[in-house]
Structures are given as structure tokens and as C-alpha cells.
């Protein structure tokens, strides 16, 4: 007979469930094979005991046989479905899989049959935390505090489960409570130091700020609190916050402490009333009298002059500027335009800044060739021009710039920084070719630093040197990675993986491009999966002001630059194959260029190398590969499987889902959000979309272009309206199926807000660019839609060639898309854009003709001599 | 303006931005994330206008003995080219030092460099005070074998 409340089917006899117990232990000591031994002698009498079963594939994943083992838990599951080890079990697997809904569903259930298993519970609230669940966080919270009241974590647990739920009083209660039991704590705990810290904190966001400062003061005294810099800090804040006059003694220490602290020096002129964000000319002098008083005090510091430039004015500034660009150009502070380019929001303090530093050059000039006269210091010299180069180009006037740099190397040709800054000019000018050459010698005179080294593999791929960027960043990569690539991608580089996928975009290899795209977004993924591990951490650690600030940077991840870039351009890539599912297939190895296939099979040879590696590994059974899966091998080395995998706007939608809420300011996020909404027929999405894009800036040439766009789709006149289900949205397409009714309301409540209803769509692009005709986006973006419109060739043509006259306003970036459109639409006008263009930007290479593209790519490698003999001369 | 502050969590991106343009030895995030959350206090960066330019990684060493005093250990410091000159590594390198010895009562701090990197070398004897405590065979990954220099925290605070 079993037990009472154990199922038949559990039941083992004597032997068979002492086994099970010998099961259990080899799992947790992971003595893997003799686990699995053991699992098999029980299975080989009662082939269906599902906890057994489940044990099994757990320690067959765990040996790296992840699919079999899977398959066996969820049999062991489906054989018993009241057992808690079985549903753990299954849980255990799903959160090694990151699928961690998944996963808290399997541990809920293992919850039922086992209420109050710790292990079960602590990993259920991690599981919440990570979804955050805030509300059942604070149940499972609460239980294991109930269960194990004598574990300090377990109080702080909870506690923080409030704050995060948002419920701060609650989250005080418990600390309170916490504090009241707590014994015998020894001398310096840094623990219990950091758990007052973070009363005091919750405090602060409770605006409860004496009771704040009585805690704070008391512990300082009691030295419970170890960390006098933070005691200081968060006495600072509170006493501001209190408006008290004690603050301003307490920001002063902490100057004292730390005198290069921007926050400090802020929190001590709050305290005498001085914003220093926003500084009237009454309290200017109040203001730079205290700035003055530090940098007397403080005289190496650098903050305090720094921010003496900000706050004054006129002539006070050029008599505190003068000695400040002086001494930091006699030590050849490279980073001394970067400084200061903030305060050139002023034109006077421009003004100055470019008077006094000429000034300077007149008296450190000599005639050029000569050897420096011995009353001059070179190295002056040097930075000078150098800081000129940049004040000049930064202000557009990139000839002198580069007159300016070509004295400095003709004096200097050994600094690297001069060749760097004459590469960024060059990129400056449209002449990606000669900026690579430039920064490569910047490389080649110091080939120690990684930094130029960089710098040389950006500027090759912003050339479209794609193999040659790589072989260069290779020089500083780990030795055995598959390859450079492999390495920098696995070191998370999103300088480097945005650099490439925007060049094989630009290459027109839009596989690639998707490929490198998609492994930001991977990034990212692992970036969010990585905090997992600190929801139990911390709380043991009793970090949690870092912890919480991890959460919260956690929150927003994916509002960083690099991802929204890469969900926009990789948004873009999957719509254009939406809108022509051909490119898929002629993503073939025909179409690659040269340079391409050599990639392809470069990608190939280091596959088959690693697999070879693989295979020569000793494989020994008993090796715990842990239940997260490894990085499985590239199947994909040229991308073409990316981009032949279904369902393209599905992919782009999920991408984009994020930005929606963390890059609500950026314009072309909603514009991408529309192009694949309105693909997808979420028309309310599409027209949310248009109304934030709107907002943000009303007359937006992208935003025109889709504006226009949704009415032709959706518009009540049928006569407009192209196929809503052939999704082509170029002219000519066939005029059927309306947009459903409930649609067709939402669409005609929200559409004359933002476009008018009466007038033709041709009128209203011609009204659109009569408005903004000096604007050379609005001339393309106008030409656009006269295309979609179905006008002829000709006079799309003859209407974009109109960003050229002289009173339009014509940047490279608007010329480069200009070309691109005309290459699009295959006009045989492009070649005469390219020359005009050519001849606007003299100094670019971008528009050459293509044929002599291959002669320019060579060029931007060939290094002159003069850096060649350097190279020899450091090695 | 150069500012200098103890890093945050939202920090760490930009540190290993900064860490991969500096120098051959990078790590991943969780790694930075295991070591800002195991020791908050002692680890800093050196940013303007919200770029980080220059870091300072540190952990504290766990394998110290019973009667032994705490150690700090510098993971990995750089300032980016583009800002040198200004004293960032030390002023970097005296912050994470005084929190090492005030919040953990080091004695001392460590750090291993590559034999070779004779310009990192120079930078932790001479402007940091740092010596060449011992040699440890084939510690990095291409078996190179790296000094182990040491510096201690007496009278930082």
C-alpha cells in the first residue's frame, strides 16, 4: 500500500524509491552519469514513473542532450500531474530556455501540490520579478517571510517587493519591523549599513525628510552607517530637499571629497538659491564669486574654472577663458574643443574663444618648413592648429580646417590625433575614401592603441570596406575566437555591429545588413535575460539601491540609440521585403559582389574549423553543461535565411513594439511603426502612429510621404484607394476591396485632423511643396509622392533635379538620398545627378561615377609613404 | 566638462563601450553587472554630457583568509585617447581607492597588466604608485604571463 495521499502510479516499492532518493542526490551533487545509471535501473521496472522520468531528461539536459531530456520531462509531467518534482522539474528546464512565462506557469503548478517549498517559492519570485509581477512578487515575498521569518533577507525581500509594486509605505512598515527584531549586530556590517541606506532612501521618495535625517544622523552616530562619502551624500540631498541652511556645509564636504564632481557644485549654489542651469544676470555675480572662491581653493580641479566659463559673461569671460585655453593648450589637452564646443551656443562666447586662440597662433607662428624657433614651445604650436582645426570645421569651414592641419603635420607628422581629425573632415565633406586613408595613418603611427585602431575599422566600413574594416579590428581581437566578427559580437560591440550592418546596407547586401541588425536586438535580449541572477543576489547581498537602478536601467534598455537604430533600420529592410518578396530569393550568391562571395566562403571554412574543434573535444558524459542552452553554430553565415524567413511585418512589428514607448520623441520610430501597421491592417495602430509623428513635427517630409500614403490607402473615395490586400503602393494598382466599415469610421474621424478632406492629393502635395521649396528633403519627399501618385518619370525627374538650384538647402546626406530615389525609379538621369552633385560638394567622392568607385575603394587603403616609415620606425 | 562620480547600473553600456574601444581584454555584461552589484561603492567613471570617457572597474577579492585584511582588485581602468592628458585614470584611480578603504577597510589594492603593455605599466608604477608584486604564469587566455602589482591603502583616508 502507499502512503496515504500519494498516487498509485508514484508509489514505488522499497528498493525502487530508495533509489529515487540516490537519484536525487547524484543530481545535486552532479554526478551526472551515475544519476543517470541509477534513473535507468528504476525505469527499466516502472517505465512510466514520471518523476523519474523527469529526472532523467533533467540530468540528460544538463549532460547537453537537451532535446531528449526535454522530450522525457514532458512525458514524466504527462504520466504525473500532481507531482511537485515533476512540474518543477519542467519549470527548471523552461527558465534554462529564458522562456520564463513558461516557466512561472510550471512552478505555480508545482506550487499547488507543495505550498510551501522554499526553493520552489524563491524561484517562483525571481520568475516574478523578471515579469515583473509585482502584485504576486509581494505574495510569494510574504509567504517565504512567513515560512523563515529568522532570515534578514527574507524582511528585505518584502520590502522591496513593495517598493516595487509602488506601495512605499508598506515597503517602510517592514524595515521598521525589520529593525525592531534585529539582534546582535556586529560591529561594522556593511549588509545592515546598506539596509539603512535604503530606509533612508525609501524615506526621501516618501518626501518624508526629517524623519529621513533623524535616521541618517542617528546611524552616522552610531556608526551603523559605514560609508561616511554616502552618509555626506544623502545628508546633502535631504538638507536641500529641507531647504535647510546645514546644506550648504554638507555639499561643501563632499566638494572636499571628490572637487571634479559636477552634482556637488550644483547642490551647493542650490543652496545659496543659484540655479546653475538657468542663471539671470542678478545673481551671475553671486554665482561666480562662490565658482571663483573653488577655484582657489581647489586649484587643480578642473570643474569649478569649467563652469566659471559657463556662468560668465562678456568681458569677464574672455579674461577667464584666456588663461584657461592657454594652460590646456601648453599641456596638449587633446579634448579641449570637445570642452568647450558647448559654450559656442553663445556667439559671443565664440567669438572670443576664436580671437583668443588666433591671437595665441600669431605669436607661435613661423615661417612654415622652418625649424621652430627656441622661444616657441612645439608642442603649443601644435595644439593650437589642432584646437583651430576643429573650432574651424565644426563651423562648416572645413577648407581652412584642413589648411590648418596640413601646417600642423607638416611641422608634427608624428602625432597620431592630427591624421584622425583630418579622416573626420574629409567624412565631413562627403569623402568617406580619403577619411579612411587619413585614419589608417593615424593608425599606423602608433599601432599599440586600440583606440585608432577602432577608429580605422569604422572609417573603413563607412567606406564600404567591409572585409578590410574587419581584418583591421582583427588585430586586436582574441586570437582564438572563430573570427573578428564573431569575437566583437560576442563582446557585445553595438559600435562595431551597427557600423557593419549600416555598411552592408549601404553595400545593398540587405541579408547581412539584417543579419547584424538582428544581433543588436540579440544583445539587447541578453542584456535583459542578464539580470536575472540578481533578483535572488542582491537580496542576499543586500545591494539594493544598485539593485533597484539595475531594474530600472533594465526597464528602459531598449531606449538606447544602437537599439532603436537597429529596430528602425531592420524594420525597414523587412517592409521592403514585404513590398517585394522577390528580394528574398535574389539574395543569392549571383547578386553578390566580389568582395561578398569571398566573405561567404571565409564564413564557411571558419564554420567547418569550428566544428572540426568541436569534434576533436574530448567529450567526457559527465561535463554539467548547465540547463541554459549554448550558443548554437552559425546556419546562417550570409543571412539569406533571415531574410527568407516568413512572416516579415510580424518580425518588424515586434522589433518595433518597444519604441513605442521608449522612443515616444524619435520621428522616424513612429514612421516605421506606420509603414508596418498599415501593412499589417492595424489601421488604428497606423493612424496612433501618423498623429504622434505629427505631433512631434507637423511638417516632417517622411511624415508627408505617409500621410499621403494612407490616404490613398484608406481614403473614403474609392477612386483613390489602392488594393488594400495586394499591399503594392506604387501607381497603377488595382482599385478594390474597401477597408471594413468600423475602419472606415475610425479613419474618418482622424484623417482631416491631419490632412485636409476636400483637396486633391496632387494639390496637396503641391501645396506641401510650395510651402517648404528651399528645403531639399521636402523637394525629394514631394517627388516621392508625385511618383506614387503616378506621374510620369519625367517630371519626377525634372522636379527632384529642383533640390540643386541655389536657393534650395542641400546637405550631402539629402543629395546621397536623392541618388539613391533615382536609382531606385532607375532613372537615366542618375549619372548626371551624381556629376552635378559632385561639382556642389567639390570635395566629396560620394557622387563619383559608379565605374570609378573600385579605383577609389583601393585608394582609401593605400597609405603614402610617409606613415609606412613610421610604422618601422616603432616596431 | 569631465565629471567624476561612482557608477551606476545605467552606467555599465557605456563602460564596456568604453572598455572595447581601449583595450584587448573585454568582458561581457553580466560580468560588469556582477561585479557593480557585488561592491557599488568602489567602482567609478569619468563622463561628459553623458558619455562615459574613462572607468574604473573594481571588485573586492573574496579569497582573503580568516585574519587577512580585505583587498580590493582593479578589474579594468582606461580613459579613452581622446581624453588624455587630463588626470582622469588617477583622479579615477584616488576615488576608488578611498571608498576601497572606507566602506571595506582594504589594506591594500591589485590589479594584473599584460608583461608586454609596457604603456599600461608605465601608468600603474609611475602615476599610480603601483609595484610589481609577483609574476603569474600564463594568466591571460593566449597565455601570456602577467605581473600581479600591488599598492597599498595606508593613509588614503
Known amino acids: 500500500m502507499p502512503p496515504a495521499g500519494i498516487p498509485p502510479s508514484r508509489a514505488l516499492p522499497l528498493k525502487e ?31 512510466k514513473h514520471g518523476e523519474t522520468l523527469c529526472m532523467k531528461g533533467l540530468i540528460l539536459t544538463h549532460m547537453g542532450r537537451r532535446e531528449e531530456g526535454l522530450e522525457l520531462v514532458k512525458q514524466g509531467v504527462r504520466f504525473d500531474l500532481t507531482s511537485h518534482i515533476c512540474w518543477h522539474v519542467f519549470g527548471l528546464i523552461q527558465k534554462g530556455q529564458k522562456n520564463y512565462e513558461e516557466a512561472l506557469k510550471s512552478y505555480t503548478q508545482a506550487l499547488r501540490f507543495d505550498k510551501d517549498n522554499m526553493n520552489i517559492l524563491r524561484d517562483a519570485a525571481h520568475l516574478q520579478t523578471q515579469l515583473r509581477l509585482y502584485d504576486a512578487l509581494v505574495e510569494t515575498r510574504h509567504t517565504l517571510l512567513r515560512l523563515r521569518p529568522q532570515l534578514r533577507q527574507n524582511w528585505i525581500a518584502l520590502s522591496v517587493a513593495y517598493h516595487l509594486r509602488g506601495d512605499l509605505a508598506e515597503s517602510k512598515k517592514v524595515l521598521e519591523q525589520f529593525e525592531n527584531i534585529v539582534k546582535n549586530v556586529p560591529d561594522y556590517d556593511v549588509e545592515m549599513s546598506e539596509i539603512l541606506l535604503y530606509h533612508i532612501r525609501v524615506l526621501e521618495e516618501l518626501s518624508e525628510y526629517t524623519e529621513a535625517l533623524a535616521l541618517l544622523d542617528t546611524h552616522a552616530k552610531s556608526r551603523m552607517i559605514i560609508d561616511r562619502v554616502a552618509i555626506m551624500e544623502y545628508r546633502a540631498r535631504i538638507l536641500s530637499k529641507l531647504q535647510s541652511p546645514e546644506a550648504q556645509q554638507a555639499w561643501q564636504g563632499l566638494i572636499e571629497q571628490n572637487p571634479d564632481c559636477y552634482d556637488y557644485y550644483k547642490g551647493f549654489l542650490s543652496s545659496r538659491a543659484i540655479d546653475l542651469d538657468a542663471v539671470t544676470d542678478d545673481i551671475r555675480p553671486g554665482a561666480l564669486q562662490i565658482l571663483q572662491d573653488f577655484v582657489q581653493q581647489f586649484p587643480r580641479a578642473a570643474a569649478p574654472q569649467r563652469l566659471a566659463l559657463s556662468v560668465s559673461t562678456g568681458e569677464q569671460f574672455k579674461e577667464l577663458v584666456e588663461p584657461y585655453l592657454r594652460t590646456r593648450l601648453q599641456k596638449g589637452v587633446p579634448s579641449l574643443f570637445t570642452d568647450l564646443k558647448a559654450l559656442y551656443r553663445s556667439p559671443e562666447k565664440r567669438d572670443a574663444i576664436e580671437s583668443v586662440v588666433h591671437a595665441l597662433l600669431d605669436t607661435l607662428a613661423h615661417a612654415p618648413d622652418a625649424p621652430c624657433p ?80 577602432a577608429r580605422c575599422g569604422k572609417y573603413r566600413l563607412r567606406a564600404g570596406l567591409i572585409d578590410e574594416a574587419v581584418e583591421v579590428f582583427g588585430l586586436f581581437t582574441k586570437k582564438d575566437a572563430v573570427s573578428p566578427a564573431q569575437d566583437l559580437e560576442d563582446m557585445q560591440s553595438l559600435l562595431y555591429l551597427i557600423e557593419e550592418a549600416d555598411a552592408q546596407l549601404r553595400n545593398g547586401n540587405h541579408a547581412m545588413a539584417l543579419k547584424k541588425y538582428l544581433a543588436i536586438q540579440k544583445v ?37 540609440p544602437a537599439y532603436v537604430h537597429a529596430a528602425i533600420a531592420a524594420s525597414r529592410i523587412l517592409v521592403k521585403l514585404h513590398d517585394d518578396p522577390s528580394m528574398a530569393s535574389a539574395a543569392s550568391d549571383s547578386h553578390l559582389s566580389g568582395a561578398e562571395k569571398k566573405a561567404k566562403k571565409k564564413a564557411k571554412k571558419a564554420e567547418k574549423k569550428v566544428q572540426e574543434e568541436a569534434k576533436k573535444a574530448p567529450s567526457s558524459t559527465n561535463e554539467d553543461k548547465g540547463l541554459e542552452a549554448t550558443a548554437p553554430k552559425d546556419e546562417d553565415p550570409d543571412g539569406t535565411k533571415l531574410l527568407q524567413a516568413p512572416e516579415p511585418l510580424e518580425r518588424a512589428a515586434k522589433l518595433l513594439k518597444p519604441l513605442q514607448t521608449l522612443a515616444k520623441s524619435n520621428i522616424e520610430a513612429w514612421v516605421a511603426v506606420y509603414d508596418v501597421a498599415i501593412r499589417r491592417k492595424k489601421y488604428l495602430q497606423a493612424v496612433q502612429a501618423l498623429h504622434h509623428a505629427h505631433a512631434l513635427q507637423a511638417d516632417s517630409p517622411e511624415l508627408h ?10 481614403a473614403p473615395n474609392p477612386a483613390l484607394r489602392v488594393n488594400m490586400f495586394s499591399d503594392t503602393i506604387g501607381p497603377g494598382s488595382s482599385l478594390s476591396e474597401k477597408p471594413d466599415e468600423s475602419v472606415a469610421t475610425v479613419v474618418s474621424a482622424f484623417l482631416p485632423k491631419l490632412l485636409p478632406d476636400e483637396m486633391s492629393l496632387e494639390a496637396y502635395n503641391s501645396q506641401f511643396l510650395q510651402k517648404h521649396s528651399t528645403r531639399g528633403d521636402a523637394v525629394l519627399a514631394a517627388a516621392k509622392v508625385s511618383q506614387a501618385l503616378g506621374a510620369p518619370r519625367e ?46 560638394f567639390a570635395l566629396s567622392t560620394v557622387f563619383v561615377p559608379h565605374a570609378k568607385l573600385p579605383e577609389l575603394r583601393k585608394s582609401a587603403l593605400h597609405v603614402p609613404n610617409v606613415a609606412e616609415e613610421k610604422e618601422e620606425v616603432i616596431s | 566638462m569631465v565629471n567624476i562620480r ?11 563601450a568604453c572598455n572595447l574601444q581601449n583595450l584587448p581584454e573585454n568582458y561581457t555584461m553580466r560580468y560588469y553587472l556582477f561585479y557593480l552589484l557585488s561592491c557599488p561603492q568602489v567602482s ?7 558619455k562615459v570617457v574613462g572607468y574604473i572597474l573594481v571588485r573586492m577579492e573574496d579569497d582573503v583568509r580568516e585574519g587577512e585584511e580585505p583587498r580590493g582588485h582593479v578589474v579594468s581602468i582606461s580613459v579613452l585617447r581622446s581624453y588624455r592628458r587630463l588626470g582622469l585614470a588617477k583622479r579615477l584611480m584616488v ?26 605599466l608605465g601608468l600603474y608604477r609611475d602615476t599610480l604608485k603601483f609595484n610589481v608584486h609577483d609574476t603569474e604564469k600564463g594568466y591571460y587566455a593566449d597565455g601570456e604571463d602577467a605581473y600581479v602589482m600591488r599598492r597599498s591603502l595606508r593613509g588614503v583616508l
Not at chain 1, 592648429?385 to 611641422?411: M, N, P, V, W
Not at chain 1, 510621404?705 to 484608406?714: G, H, S, T, Y
Request: with cysteine; aromatic share 10%; charged share 30%.
Open chain 1, 374 to 453: 627656441s622661444s616657441i614651445d612645439p608642442t603649443v604650436y601644435i595644439w593650437t592648429l589642432y584646437f583651430l582645426a576643429q573650432h574651424h570645421s565644426h563651423l562648416g569651414r572645413h577648407a581652412k580646417a584642413l589648411e590648418l592641419l596640413d601646417t600642423a603635420i607638416a611641422h608634427t607628422p608624428t602625432l597620431p590625433e592630427l591624421y584622425m581629425f583630418r579622416g573626420r573632415v574629409l567624412k565631413r565633406l562627403g569623402d568617406p575614401y580619403g577619411a579612411a586613408r587619413w585614419v589608417d595613418q593615424a593608425r599606423l603611427l602608433d599601432l599599440q592603441d586600440r583606440f585608432l585602431n
Open chain 1, 17 to 47: 524509491s530508495g533509489l529515487f532518493k540516490e537519484v536525487l542526490h547524484y543530481y545535486e551533487d552532479r554526478q551526472l552519469k551515475k544519476g543517470l545509471k541509477t534513473a535507468d535501473a528504476i525505469l527499466k521496472k516502472f517505465p
Open chain 1, 795 to 840: 517630371e519626377v525627374e525634372a522636379a527632384v533635379f529642383n533640390v540643386l538650384n541655389a536657393d534650395v538647402e542641400l546637405d550631402i546626406e539629402t543629395a546621397v538620398a536623392v541618388d539613391a530615389f533615382l536609382s531606385e525609379i532607375r532613372s537615366p538621369r542618375e549619372e548626371e545627378f551624381r556629376s552635378a552633385a559632385g561639382e556642389r
Open chain 2, 44 to 50: 567609478y567613471v569619468a563622463e561628459e554630457d553623458g
Open chain 2, 6 to 16: 561612482v557608477a551606476r547600473a545605467d552606467d555599465l553600456q557605456a563602460m564596456q
Open chain 1, 524 to 560: 539587447f535580449d541578453d542584456f535583459e535575460d542578464d539580470q536575472f541572477d540578481f533578483h535572488g543576489y542582491s537580496v542576499r547581498k543586500f545591494t539594493i539601491n544598485i539593485y533597484l537602478n539595475l531594474l530600472k536601467w533594465e526597464d528602459n534598455l531598449r531606449s538606447h
Open chain 2, 95 to 120: 576615488q576608488s581607492q578611498e571608498a576601497m578603504a572606507r566602506v571595506y577597510r582594504a589594506s591594500c589594492v591589485m590589479l594584473h597588466v599584460r608583461k608586454s603593455n609596457r604603456a599600461a
Open chain 1, 705 to 714: 510621404v505617409r500621410l499621403v500614403d494612407f490616404k490613398r490607402r484608406c
